[in-house]
């Protein structure tokens, strides 16, 4: 109970940047169109999974660390555990020492079993919190509909043994390439991400990620979420998602560049920074980057 008196109070923390780099070159007005043909000596192209990966080290750790100090429950989110890209693999929380004392690890089956909209996904992680998780839950609705669970227990127990996860990987993967070439032949800087299902495509200068995501449906009818959509920090970007057939993907991302090159003008004012939420943030941070992929 005093931990549920606890939860009420909170206030969210939100990370300030998604991509340090990318937003650098925006403050410095540099993302003009390049040609990548020309070497660019302040580009070097960093290995961005084992910087990643490194970094995502530091953090678990530091954060495992932070919530013991403080008795706080660290509900992870690792829904794309398992859709990691170019021989990475995603770390639970669960292999850091001290994670299985402080916190949960949620999974879903939506990514990585092509269960989208089942609703489907599991816990793991500290036994008493997955008790009081399973009593909140029995109170919150009657849970999923059996044969779903009957499913994702045989999709575990089966599927999940085969060669399905590594074709699913290579399929994303094939995906993940072909955009970001496609990006990159205009000098559109795309971060490379070690995971997920999904690109963040930053906006033009002197467009907001809403302005960029409302123009695109209109004038180039192509649909992707402004990053907004997932906070402030997403401010400057769009989001598109690798969830659909190759030759949509093509189409959708050869429209996007041909937009881009419409809008886009070097010299043009840079958008304002993300507006910030975080002024008085109930705790200090305890990192800059959240753990995994995009
Ligand atoms: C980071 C993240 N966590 C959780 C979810 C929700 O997953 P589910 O479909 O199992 O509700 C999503 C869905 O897109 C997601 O992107």
Known sequence: ??????????????????????????????????????????????????????????FMTEVIEWCRKRDILLCYDNAYSEITYDGHRATSLLQYPGGREVG???????????????RLGAAVGHRDAIESLLVVQSHVDSGVFAPIQFAGATAVETVWQGSFPDEQRRIYQRRRDDALARFASIGWPVEKPAGTVYLWVPVPAGMTSETFARRLLDEYHVVVAPGTAFGPSGEGYVRLSLTTADDHIRKGVDRICAAIRAWHSPGSPVPPEPPQTNAAPRHEPVGTKPAGGA
């Open 104 to 118: 949960l690890e949620f999974i879903s089956f939506s990514k990585t079993y092509n269960m989208a909209g089942w």
């Open 1 to 58: 109970m005093p931990r549920a008196r606890k939860l009420a109070n909170l206030s969210p923390y939100i990370f300030a940047q998604l991509d340090e780099r990318v937003y650098q070159l925006r403050q410095r007005g540099a993302m003009d169109i390049v040609d990548l043909g020309k070497a660019d000596p302040d580009r070097p192209s960093p290995d961005p999974v084992v910087k990643r990966l490194q970094e995502a080290d530091d």
